[in-house]
Structure formats: C-alpha cells, structure tokens
C-alpha cells in the first residue's frame, strides 16, 4: 500500500515541516479519514477527488490542500539533499520555466532565488495560512472567507511548482531512492484534484505537460 511505500522510502526525519494534523472529531478530521480510505482503496484517482454527496466543497478543498502540502513537503524534504544552492541555483523547471518568489513581506517584487531558498520560503508561506484560523477556520460554524478558494489556487499553483522542479532537475534521485511510484501517484492525484476543481491555471501545468512516459500521469 501506499502507506507502507511512505514509510519504506521517506524517513520523518526528513519532513520540511511538522505535518499539520486534523484534529479527531472534527468534521474536517472525518473528510479526511474518507479521502485516506478512498485513496487506500486502490479506486481511480480520478474518481477519489470528487466531492462526496452532500459534503462542503471548501471543507474539501481544505482537506486536500493541507494534505497535498504534507505530502509534498514530505516528498522535497526527502529530495532536499540534492537540491541545493550550487546544484539549483535558481528556482527553474528546465531552461523555459523560471519562479521568482513574492510575498506580501520581505519580497514585494519577484525576485529570483535558488530552489532550496524558494521552497523555504514557500513551505512557511503554506504553513502560515493553513494555520491561520481567519483563512482555514477550524471550530464548528466558523465561515470560510470569501478568498478562500483564491488563497488555494495561489497555494496550489506553488505547490505545483515544486512537482515541476522535483521532475525535471532530480527525476534520477527520485528513481536511485525507489520513490519514483510514490512521486508519481502523489502527481497524479494532485492533478486530478487541481483539473476536478479547476484550480490552477492552465498555463501553469505547461511544463510537465510533455512528460516522458511513464512519468507523472
């Protein structure tokens, strides 16, 4: 199963970041539990990102969005090793793709940095928002803000960007470790999520488009 893969390959060690949890008996928590046992199933990955019948959509894009920053976080922190300020100096998906980091704070214009300096920044970005009760509430009751699915499309495109990175500069890491399976279902379902909600522009999804085979999806 997928959960044994992600304990054979990926050491917690190396986790980015403390995973955010769901707290039990939320009904966020309960989402989740679905989502996991839908994806545990071995179902049609295009099938596990629908909304279930009667569920909130912001509670699940929510759901995913916390998870997929978990699992990718999971995914770089492993690859971090090879990525660094001399192998990547600049935060790229191949010679036509550049991402220049900006934020409301230290970086007002983009501005260039290196992949390992992007995905700092980008991780505590993430990790920023979803724990921030005004943009990803938590109690019973307590409304999502109007920019909610805004916020999530700017986190999600991020997000993606790391796939764009981690594909194209470190693919042979990715095999050498015996993650390529994992990397790949991890894609996969984020794809299908993104294209199901239409949450990512579709210009953004340009540079993995011509994936070799057997790559991604």
Known sequence: TMALCLKQVFNKDKTFRPRKKFEPGTQRFELYKKAQASLKSGLDLKAVVQLPPGESINDWIAVHVVDFFNRINLIYGTMSE????????????????????????????????????????LMDWIEMLINNEDIFPTRIGVPFPKQFQQVCTKILTRLFRVFVHVYIHHFDSIINMGAEAHVNTCYKHFYYFIREFSLIDHRELEPLVRMPQGWGR
């Open 82 to 121: 090879y990525c660094t300020e001399r192998s990547c100096p600049i935060m790229s998906g191949g010679l036509k793709y550049e991402y220049r980091w900006q934020d409301d704070s230290k970086y007002k214009k983009p501005t260039k940095l290196s992949a390992p300096q992007y995905m700092c920044m």
